[in-house]
């Protein structure tokens, strides 16, 4: 298995709590920009040094599982990231891949900001995709109880309204319509440029 979870507002102390109950050795922080002005504790170089201290392993894999590409044809016409085009890239793949082969030496927790799974790209980008390559994620709640992705994907498909069968859509077909609904909110979208 693999987990998630966000730093949100957590102090240091509350957040190894919740690594250390769920066993977490080793963090992947898939911030596409590791820093945070608000949680200053959270910024890359400051975390990783207190999880080592910690005795947990820390590697950054914003570039290849990030949220923000800085690949122009990740984005939409309106400058929003679009899912679909990261994850075929071959950046993103090559990201999985490595967390399929850190999982062979440690109990990896991908790291971003958001509190809540579904306002982040770890629960609408990574999390299927793994899913899709047999690995099962469960996500790390702010009150440090798990939630399996298969029980995320419920909560989607009700927080879209398409949880029932009401004109016989297939399940894939329903939960595909509440990722991109659910993206087109929380993905990243370039600020427009200011007019002169």
């Not at 077909?173 to 909110?185: I, K, N, P, S, V």
Request: charged share 30%.
């Amino acid at each position: 298995m693999i987990y998630t979870i966000g730093h949100s507002n957590h102090t240091p102390d509350a957040f190894l709590e919740r690594l250390r109950r769920h066993g977490v050795t080793a963090v992947a922080d898939v911030r596409s920009q590791p820093y945070s002005r608000r949680f200053p504790d959270y910024n890359r170089e400051t975390l990783r040094d207190w999880l080592r201290r910690a005795g947990i392993a820390y590697v950054f894999l914003g570039r290849e599982l990030g949220g923000r590409s800085d690949d122009p044809s990740h984005y939409d016409a309106d400058g929003r990231v679009d899912y679909e085009r990261v994850a075929a890239g071959p950046r993103f793949r090559e990201g999985l891949e490595r967390l399929r082969r850190g999982m062979a030496n440690y109990r990896i927790a991908l790291l971003c900001a958001e509190r809540e799974p579904l306002d982040c790209h770890r629960a609408l980008l990574i999390a299927p995709r793994l899913q899709d390559l047999g690995v099962e994620v469960g996500h790390i709640l702010a009150d440090g109880r798990l939630e399996l992705h298969r029980d995320t994907e419920a909560r989607l498909l009700r927080l879209c309204g398409l949880d029932g069968d009401l004109f016989g859509d297939p399940l894939p077909e329903r939960l595909a319509a509440a990722y991109r609904h659910r993206a087109a909110g929380a993905a990243y979208r370039k600020p427009k440029p200011e007019n002169p």
